[in-house]
């Protein structure tokens, strides 16, 4: 069992940054691929991006070059870095969890773990 608490969000201004955070408790942190998802209102949950057990990682196109995904698996915690953040990204993000899972898992119904979430707005 994994329970995940994400941190970070918050109002930021179009061009700005945030790092979300999110931490685990539980066993096995290390084995696990661990992604990032987004939710507006009236939308299904979007990918983000991953980052697998072995520390590969994989974006959706819209975020490629503006946000990174690391993990510390000392702290077992793993970080969404948003840079030059647009009107566009706001939305609920989410991490999510799965055992031995690849970076490039893009379906929510595959993941085994979720947190509650943190809301990011950007302004214009």
Excluded: H
Aim: net charge neutral; glycine share 12%; proline share 2%.
């Amino acid at each position: 069992q994994v329970q995940l608490v994400e941190s970070g969000g918050g109002l930021v201004q179009a061009g700005g940054s945030l790092r979300l955070s999110c931490a685990a408790s539980g066993r096995a942190f290390s084995s696990y691929a661990l992604a990032w998802f987004r939710q507006t209102p009236g939308k299904e949950r979007e990918f983000v991006g991953a980052i697998s057990w072995g520390g590969y990682t994989d974006y959706t196109d819209d975020v490629k070059g503006r946000f990174t995904i690391s993990r510390d698996n000392d702290k077992n915690t793993t970080y969404l870095q948003m840079i030059s953040l647009k009107p566009e990204d706001t939305a609920v993000y989410f991490c999510a969890a799965q055992l031995w899972g690849t970076s490039s898992e893009t379906r929510p119904d595959k993941y085994d773990y979720w947190g509650q979430g943190v809301r990011v707005t950007v302004s214009s």
